[in-house]
């Protein structure tokens, strides 16, 4: 069983998307972020394993770009899913480390797919 890490500061975002990678996909275990110290403290704690990260760009505390290095550093797969259609920041994070940049215009299957590819499945 694949475990999912979502970063989002919206609880029923995570929600609804942690819902649907468990009923279409091999991610059946979630946890959740709303901050970026959140998703800190989660990959900081050596029990969690997580198999791919889903991370906004921009959460309350700013820009996840430490959090999209960290996890490149330790080579989770990463897939930035944000309401941001800003080239320029979409090339940024694909050179941070993120294996795919979605917004929020993609379709639920497009990121269930996305998620999929990304962790071999």
Known sequence: MKRVLIVDDHNLFRQVLAAMLEHHTDLKENVQ?????????????????????????????????????????????????????????????????????LTLANSGEQIIDTAERLVGG
């Open 33 to 101: 972020a709303g901050s970026l110290a959140e998703a800190q403290r989660v990959l900081a704690d050596l029990d969690t394993k997580v198999d791919l990260a889903i991370v906004d760009f921009d959460l309350p505390e700013g820009e996840a770009t430490e959090l999209i290095e960290q996890l490149r550093k330790v080579c989770i797969p990463m897939m930035a899913l944000t309401a941001d259609r800003s080239l320029e920041r979409h090339a940024w994070a694909l050179r941070a480390g993120a294996g795919e940049v």
